[in-house]
């Protein structure tokens, strides 16, 4: 369940986004000013933030609600960060690839 979760979220969320901004004209504007270091950083952060804080949802109800055993937390971090970054490197691939948020059919 975390992992269906989780790749629904963060694919949808940077794939929609950055198609949006394109289509609004605002990475036109942002390639008018000169970049700096932490432009990247500033629209992938809130990204592994909501999907951690869905991570914690997630195995939160599974011990709480149906008392799911939780064993070896460092391990299960390490792969829910790899994880999530892998989703969010798909949904930015997508983002590049696709024109419009939405296919216009004729």
Not at 35 to 57: C, E, L, W, Y
């Amino acid at each position: 369940m975390l992992g269906v979760i989780l790749t629904m979220t963060m694919v949808l969320m940077t794939s929609m986004a950055l198609t949006r901004e394109r289509e609004r004209g605002l990475t036109r504007t942002c390639s008018r000013c000169p970049p700096r270091d932490r432009d990247h950083d500033r629209k992938i952060t809130p990204n592994i933030a909501i999907g951690f804080v869905q991570s914690v949802i997630v195995l939160l109800a599974a011990k709480l609600i149906f008392s799911v055993p939780m064993i070896g937390p460092c391990a299960a971090f390490g792969g829910t960060c790899a994880f999530i970054v892998a989703n969010l490197a798909v949904g930015y691939t997508f983002s590049t690839i696709a024109a419009t948020q939405l296919r216009r059919c004729r």
